[in-house]
């Protein structure tokens, strides 16, 4: 289909230290037993054995990817490996303003962090129990250490913080971040926020309007799917994501590593490629990468055109249980 698969997302770890409401429900979710998550030594070699193939950015989720100890080692040898050129991570930012510094010297190139609202109260509520101070703590932490750009990921939803638009559209501005807009998803606890509660990118774009000439721009660095403009004479960017209204599938780059070693061409279509079987079946190393590298191949040439999301989640798996 003409696209190139050069991006892996890897989630380490499918625990989480927030709840927030449209991602998991306030019980949390079942999770994994440890002997099935992979090791960080596995999934060292499924990232060796990826950049192998023509992988070249990679970025480490969860859950909560901050959670996972060990993390930087993992995060020092993707950063070595041939062919990698940008390691990033995804955040919600409630340890980062005490581990900054350290994941820069690993080797990691920039940090996105998930915040939805600027208002401590409302903070908490959407996060069940988030304290923004410390996500705040953790945005200044990555900027002094380097970790740039800096991209928030906002999540909106009407009803619950959509009047914060121009508010998270200013850190564009002053501090000059990369603010990203992305669209609610019906995955697990989300769908029961749809259709009523889904606010589409155009709706945003037309709530910004009134600011001014905005302009095109390029994005930041990074492989995502959003579309950038700028405020003039802002350091920073406004993106939006519209896995919905206005789907990007066309283009899209990446393969997705679970946890627990399952390989997924598309965040939104069944299919998976168990990995874990393989990495413990006892190969020696260079058949154990040769193999994984057939596997990552496999994926990639079964890549879908196009997610179903319009025809409803099925999946039971919540987004932190999938690496989204």
């Known amino acids: 289909m003409g696209r190139r698969i050069d991006y892996l997302r890897v989630s380490v770890t499918d625990r989480c230290n927030l709840r927030c409401v449209y991602c998991m429900p306030e019980a949390g979710v079942p999770l994994v037993e ?26 480490f989720t969860g859950g909560e990817p901050l959670l996972r100890r060990g993390l930087t080692s993992l995060i020092r040898t993707t950063a070595g490996l041939p062919g990698i050129t940008d390691v990033a991570l995804t955040t919600n930012g409630i340890l980062l303003g005490d581990m900054a510094g350290e994941l820069k010297a690993a080797g990691l190139s920039r940090v996105n962090v998930s915040l939805d609202s600027l208002r401590p109260e409302r903070f908490a509520a959407m996060t069940r129990g988030g304290d923004l101070e410390q996500v705040r703590r953790g945005i200044a932490a990555a900027l002094a250490a380097g970790l740039e750009p800096v991209k928030i990921n906002a999540v909106i939803v009407r009803g619950l913080n959509d009047d914060e ?6 850190l564009t501005v002053d501090p000059g971040l990369h603010v990203r807009f992305i ?4 995955i697990s606890d989300a769908a029961r926020f ?12 037309e709530r910004l309007a009134g600011w001014g000439r905005w302009e095109t721009a390029d994005g930041p660095v990074g492989g995502g799917p959003a579309r950038y ?3 003039p004479g802002a350091a920073g960017t406004v993106g939006f994501i519209s896995a919905l209204s206005d789907h990007f599938c066309g283009s899209c780059n990446r393969l997705r590593l679970t946890a627990n070693g399952c390989l997924r061409a598309c965040l939104y279509h069944g299919a998976e490629w168990d990995t874990r ?11 154990l990468l040769a193999g994984l590298g057939a596997v990552i ?13 319009e025809g409803g989640w099925t999946d039971q798996r919540s987004m932190s249980q999938l690496g989204g």
């Open 229 to 231: 403009m700028r405020l």
């Open 165 to 170: 638009v121009e508010d998270l559209a200013r």
């Open 277 to 287: 079987g393989l990495l413990r079946a006892g190969y020696p190393r260079e058949r």
């Open 34 to 59: 440890r002997g099935e998550i992979l090791s960080l030594e596995e999934m060292g070699l499924l990232i060796e054995a990826a950049a192998a193939t023509g992988v070249t950015r990679v970025r």
């Open 297 to 309: 191949q496999e994926a990639a040439a079964a890549k879908p055109a196009g997610h179903q999301l």
């Open 183 to 186: 669209e609610l998803m019906p």
């Open 194 to 205: 749809l259709p009523d509660r889904l606010v589409t990118a155009a709706e945003i774009r």
